[in-house]
């Protein structure tokens, strides 16, 4: 049954060359768009391959502050950390009670948070731009802020509360025992410990919430609140008739460069739980 | 012990009631009002609704615009969808083991996934774009520059190339999902099975997709969600245009509930849209929940 030599040595070669090509596939757009952004925008209309005299650093610097840029992302930065520093404790508090403490309902809220995990955003998209207008938080950065906490608990929940239920139980009956309370036990003993957790979940959730975009473009109106996938595709719109291709490249960029950067260094992490989300089963 | 008890009831409601507080306010409550609303004609930025019971769903089973995005989301999901799976699993299969391009894959296959769907959008409006996109340059490279075109701009070609970005985007978060289904089956029986004779297609199609089956489920799953639920791609890369050719549930909804201010029929589509996707992702659930190939064996 063996096969010839020849025969298997073809098709590993096969399969490398298809496995090249997806490679290149993926990852070849993502050179393009910076090597683009460093070029003017007579050398972007010559030729998309050719690479540019000298690099024209200056694009980032017109996209930051001419095309507003980088007012975005400001704005996407404060938007993200306000975001983790509400999402990270108030999840956390959730899982630790329901990895630690049964209670009666604990199915109905537990599901009700996990159904969260996949339904349609868009259910809610009309009655949300209407809710943050009745409590005054439309077209605003804390507004938006809150609506993000709310619609990344679930996963926040669902991962930490996985977390905690690894944790040994013996660290805090031992410090109960020496009076700790409930309370101080989970902030002094069980949080530190779920350090490791909290920093994926919050690496994760940061590349989303950085990304984010249907969400910022029915709640945020204003200019100056912009956030970076709105500025960006907002100078797409703009550049049509301006032109300034540089910039706007530059301006992708900006956008992935960092998120790239993140997953690059915690990519195993960042990979395994998104798995554990995905087969949560 | 009893006050302990009483103290252990106050710690539990007070550590969830902050998360639940957010999660009821802003998840659940929309969620109620919006099949409320999908019963109103309500335009307007006013407190003018008038009850119209179920009008709107019955304009929206007349609505041919409407017809065509669910065709469209439903090309996604079976062209695009049917591409993607096969692609993934082919991939994954490929870069399970340890060679070099295995480690190298599995670095960047995730790039397109991680990256904000506005990029994806835009890089991929570049590839396509007539005057000095790749995809033009490539053709002239090899010599077939003459089929270079509008792309997206042409209502025959606009749906495929939103599609290939789809494809794009989505095949990295199925090779993850079949990859981590891979190492779940034990070494021993792939090599139990080339042992008995089984190699290459038989070997996969004996051994390595029953055992995959499970993961398969779920891949279809999220599918058919992100099949629907495609906004972003294509509302940047087309607006649904041109003549409504790439137009989708969720860009329709859009354009009925933001820029028409027609709320309650934007609702009623965002309410017929959450149903197609319990329905769709039900079925498949049924239709998958057993192997077909246990059968057989």
Redesign the interface.
Known sequence: ?R?PRWRKLLRDGL??A???A??L???L??V??FV?SLKSSPE??????SLPASPRWDNYARAWREAGIGQCALNSLIVTLATLAILLP??S??A??FAR?P?RGFRT?FG??LG?M??????????????L?ALGLFDSLEGLT??Y???S??FT?FVMTGFFQTLPQELVESAMIDGC???TA?WKVMLPLARPGLLVVGIFNA?GL?????LAL?LVVSDEIRT??LG??NL?MTEHYQSDWGA?FAG?VI??GP??AV??AF?DR??DT??AG??K? | MRTNNR???W??A???A???L??A???????C??FQ?SLYRWRG?SEQRTFVGLANFQRLAGDEVFRQALAHNLAFLVIGGALTLG?AM??AH??HGNGR??R??R??????Q??????VA??????YNP????L??SLQ?VGLGRFAMDWLGTPGTALPAVLVTFV?HAV??HI??FS?GLRTIPAEVQEAATLD?A?GMLRFRQVTLPMLFP?LR?AIV?MV?GA??V??LVY?MTVGGPDRRTEVM?TY??EQ??KHSD?GY??AL??A??AV?MALSGLAMLLLRRDPTEAKA
Do not use: C
């Not at chain 1, 972007?44 to 391959?49: D, E, L, N, R």
């Not at chain 2, 670095?107 to 397109?112: Q, T």
């Not at chain 2, 835009?122 to 590839?127: D, K, R």
């Open positions: 049954m096969q399969v490398m298809a496995l090249a997806f490679a596939t993926v990852v757009p993502l393009w768009v683009t972007v209309f010559a030729s998309p391959w108030v999840g508090m959730a630790y009670v403490y209670f809220l009700a948070f969260g996949t339904f349609p955003l868009f259910l809610t998209i009309v009655p949300l731009f209407f809710l207008q809150l609506v906490v709310a619609y608990l679930p929940v309370g409930h309370v989970f590349i950085w990304n984010e975009y249907p029915v970076l996938p960006v595709a797409m706007l992708l956008v992935m998120v790239l997953y690059w990519r960042i990979h998104m798995v995905a087969l089963g | 103290g252990r009831a710690f539990v007070g550590f969830l902050p998360a639940t957010l999660y306010v802003f998840v659940v409550l929309p969620v009002q919006a609303i930025i692609l082919a991939i490929a870069i391009w295995a190298l894959i670095g960047v296959y995730l790039f397109p991680i990256i904000s769907m506005v990029v835009v890089l991929w409006m570049f590839v005057s000095f996109g790749i033009k340059a490279t794009w990295g978060f993850m999902l981590a004779g190699d993961v779920v999220y969600i629907l639920n906004f972003a940047l969720l909804l859009y509930a933001f709320f934007g609702t965002a309410v849209n959450f996707v």
